[in-house]
C-alpha cells in the first residue's frame, strides 16, 4: 500500500522552496529566487537593498542542504510576516509503528537528544500524530528540535524544525502544527 499526501499550504505564512533544480521552469535557485522576489516584493514599493537581501535570503534556503538525507518537501517561514526567518524540512519513513510511545523513539532518529515535550494531536489525518520537542547540547549551544510526526498504513510523516533558538522554536510551534494539520492523505 501507498501512502500520497498533499499539503494546503497557508502560503501567508509559509514559502515552498525547492529542493532541486532545475524545478518547475526554473533553471537555478538564483531564477526562482528573482521572481519569488518580483512577487512579494513590488519593485515600486519596496527599496532595492531590501529587494537584493531578501533575493540572496531565498537562493540561500534553496540551496541549503536538509539537514537529513531524503527530504520530500522545504517550506520557509515568510520572514515579511513578522515572525523567526525559518526552514522546516517533511521526511517520509516505512515503518509499522503506531503506538505514541514507538513514535516519541522514533522522534529520535538521526539526532538524539532529550525529550522535552510530548504533545499527542488529535484529529489529523493520522492513525496516531504527536508533536515531539527534543534538547540536543552541543559544545557551545543547547539546539531544539521540534518534530511533528504521523503514522498511517505504514508510513510516517515527520516534519521538522531545528534551531538553537529555543524563543524562535517555541513562537513557530503551533505554526508548525498548523502546517502539519494541513496534510492529506491517501492510500493507494
Known amino acids: 500500500m501507498t501512502l500520497e499526501f498533499t499539503i494546503d499550504v497557508d502560503s501567508h505564512v509559509w514559502i515552498f522552496v525547492p529542493l532541486d533544480f532545475p524545478w518547475n521552469g526554473y533553471d537555478s535557485a538564483m531564477s526562482w529566487a528573482a521572481d519569488l522576489t518580483a512577487d512579494l516584493l513590488p519593485e515600486r514599493s519596496v527599496p532595492a537593498e531590501v529587494r537584493s537581501a531578501f533575493a540572496a535570503t531565498a537562493v540561500e534556503r534553496a540551496v ?48 538524539g537528544g532529550f525529550v522535552q515535550t510530548v504533545t499527542v494531536l488529535e484529529d489529523t489525518a493520522f492513525t496516531v500524530a504527536l508533536r515531539v520537542t527534543l534538547l540536543l547540547e552541543l559544545p557551545d549551544a ?47
Open 64 to 111: 541549503m542542504a536538509p539537514p537529513l538525507p531524503e527530504a520530500l518537501e522545504r517550506f520557509w517561514r515568510r520572514p515579511d510576516a513578522g515572525a523567526p526567518d525559518r526552514l522546516v524540512h517533511l521526511y517520509a519513513i516505512e515503518s509499522e509503528q503506531t503506538a505514541a510511545e514507538e513514535l516519541v523513539e522514533l522522534a529520535r532518529t538521526g539526532i
Open 142 to 188: 543547547v539546539v531544539a528540535v521540534t518534530r511533528v510526526l504521523g503514522a498511517r498504513d505504514g508510513t510516517v510523516l515527520l516534519l521538522e524544525l531545528i534551531d538553537d533558538d529555543l524563543g524562535s522554536v517555541a513562537f513557530l510551534e503551533p505554526e508548525i502544527e498548523a502546517l502539519f494539520r494541513s496534510i492529506r492523505l491517501r492510500s493507494t
